[in-house]
């Protein structure tokens, strides 16, 4: 078990290795935190990671309890529009390295992920990102989809996305390409309704891994329309299924398998590949009667 306070130590020493190639984190290297300021580079990567929601002026009176001589609230602003959103990303990135133990369960790695959605102060130049309120105020929100080793009580994965372009399938599918895992390593992908697809099983299909999704129950959309399962209130059937691009009824009545024939218009990165064959695909339906 590691303790706390040897996690934070790790932890802040990223960012003191970080100091020894400033201009890779910087918007412009040739004049950003050449000049030793109260606000310098490690200080601007600490207040902004232990940023807790206050005022800014509120967070500086916190961080330097209340000295006569803190910097202003313009002073941090002016500081923290020269890092580059980088810098955290490689925070990120090597914080998951120093601490990559993967506790499984059974052998399987979990991995679950969702999404969520942030507000920031509103600029009329990031439409992108506007979200209407009412009838009179616009913020602009951020989405997020993030995956989290449950086991391993850390994530080790994140995508943002401008809220009028967001995609929790086109961001799952990215966290999933993106995993790196020795090929012995074996990972349950879990997700809630919202991130059920086929482009995404195949995804997660083509790196021999598995998923536990939960779908929508109801037989005029979601992924299961084309399977006709039991109205039992619980039962647990294996589907073989064929994603194909032929349109010949033939094909599909003279098979035990499920077709489900992709179209242009369908979300599936590997159309290229099922123009020149099928892609089978055992899938597994699982319904749980819980209570109220």
């Not at 330097?64 to 580059?84: G, I, V």
């Not at 449950?150 to 009028?164: E, F």
Request: proline share 4%; net charge neutral.
């Amino acid at each position: 078990m590691t303790s706390c306070t040897k996690i934070k130590e790790d932890f802040w020493s990223i960012i003191q290795e970080m100091e020894t190639h400033i201009p890779d984190f910087v918007v412009d290297p040739n004049k950003h935190f050449l000049r030793n300021r109260k606000l310098n580079f490690e200080t601007m990567l600490k207040m902004t990671l232990l940023l807790e929601g206050r005022s800014i002026n509120g967070e500086i009176d916190e961080f330097f309890d209340s000295n006569l001589t803190m910097p202003s609230a313009s002073a941090f602003c002016q500081q923290r529009a020269k890092l580059l959103p980088d810098a955290f990303k490689y925070i990120f990135d090597k914080f998951n390295v120093q601490y990559s133990h993967n506790p499984t369960y059974q052998g399987y790695r979990l991995l679950a992920c969702d999404g969520s959605e942030y507000l920031f102060f509103p600029d009329k130049n990031q439409v992108e990102y506007h979200v209407s309120c009412n009838a009179y105020a616009i913020v602009n929100a951020i989405h997020v989809n993030a995956m989290y080793d449950l086991l391993g009580h850390r994530y080790v994965d994140a995508v943002l996305q401008p809220r009028r372009k967001k995609s929790d399938n086109r961001a799952f599918c990215t966290m999933i390409d993106r995993l790196a895992m020795p090929e012995e390593q074996k990972v349950i992908f879990i997700a809630d309704r919202g991130y059920e697809g086929y482009n995404q099983l195949v995804h997660i299909h083509k790196k021999n891994m598995y998923f536990l999704i939960r779908v929508k129950d109801h037989p005029k959309n979601g992924i299961l329309t084309s399977f006709c399962y039991p109205a039992e209130p619980e039962f647990d059937c294996v589907y073989p299924l064929t994603f194909t691009r032929s349109c010949s009824i033939q094909k599909e009545y003279s098979s035990s398998r499920v077709y489900k024939r992709i179209s242009t218009a369908h979300v599936y990165d590997y159309m290229d590949e099922l123009d020149r064959q099928d892609y089978d695909l055992d899938l597994r339906v699982v319904r749980i009667h819980i209570g109220n």
